[in-house]
């Protein structure tokens, strides 16, 4: 697993990125935040610089198992999980299992605990998405964000989207998406912020509220003004000011 990862003597947190991103997702986010927060960012298996090996599956215990490896392989006695959208799903159920460590949970624009339900049509839409350049523009211009990206931050994105194997493209909407873990996520027993979105069309802030809120106890939202799906680039600044005050309120250990 590639990760990037900046040392610090302060809190220690590990972002899990969404379906079609990387460790890069987070790079504006982990730069607004204090100097001294110690940061994990992994490419999830399948994605950026992390690759496939043979036989890969893709499951949510899959992407979980990873991440609880990554966490006990640095060695990390106490921090927060920070996962968008397909990684805000996988912090979920690694929340739920209740690993030793974990101080707080940040779910950005996160995929609820419950079945993704599509249409057919509009299932097959999304899995060719990340298909060329034009379907991934088509996607950040229609679904993705409510914000206009940089150029750079574009062709992050469509970098990202397109490096991403076969498999881990297709797993997300044919299988992953659909898994339910609704009972799991109500063993989360850590103090959790949802953040959306206002404009998210995903995963809209009225989803959220009915699906995922009330199913962990301890769990609060916030809504990010006039941002879409992609906040860790439409709102960098204001995501971070959101987590560092998160952390900050955090009991002590």
């Known amino acids: 697993m590639h ?3 900046r040392g610090g003597d302060g809190p220690a947190l590990v972002f899990l990125h969404y379906w079609g991103g990387s460790s890069r997702t987070w790079t504006e986010v ?14 999830l298996r399948g994605w950026g610089q992390s690759g496939a090996r043979e036989g890969d599956a893709y499951a949510l215990a899959d992407f979980a198992g990873d991440v609880e490896q990554l966490v006990a ?3 990390l006695k106490r921090y927060v999980l920070v996962g968008h959208s397909m990684g ?3 912090a979920q159920l690694l929340a739920s299992r209740r690993p030793p460590g974990l101080a707080g949970l940040v779910l950005v624009a996160p995929s609820p605990p419950t079945p993704l339900a599509l249409p057919p049509e509009a299932r097959a839409a999304m899995a060719a998405a990340y298909d060329t350049p034009a379907s991934v523009g088509m996607a950040i211009d229609h679904m993705l964000t409510a914000k206009p990206l940089t150029a ?7 970098a990202d989207s397109l490096r991403g194997t076969p498999e881990a493209r297709a797993a997300w909407p044919a299988h ?13 027993a850590v103090p959790t912020m949802v953040v959306a979105g206002e404009l998210d069309k995903v995963d809209p802030v009225a989803v959220l509220a009915a699906e995922l809120l009330p199913r962990i106890p301890q769990a609060t939202l916030y809504v990010l003004p006039g941002c879409g799906h992609l906040s860790p680039l439409e709102a960098p600044q204001a995501l971070a000011t959101v987590i560092r005050n998160f952390v900050a309120a955090l009991p002590p250990a």
């Open 3 to 5: 990760i990037k990862e």
């Open 30 to 43: 982990i730069s607004a935040l204090p100097a001294d927060y110690h940061t994990i960012a992994p490419d």
């Open 73 to 75: 392989d640095l060695g």
């Open 88 to 90: 805000g799903k996988i």
């Open 152 to 158: 750079a931050q574009r062709e992050q994105v469509v």
């Open 176 to 188: 992953t998406s659909r898994e339910d873990i609704s009972a799991e996520v109500q063993r989360i």
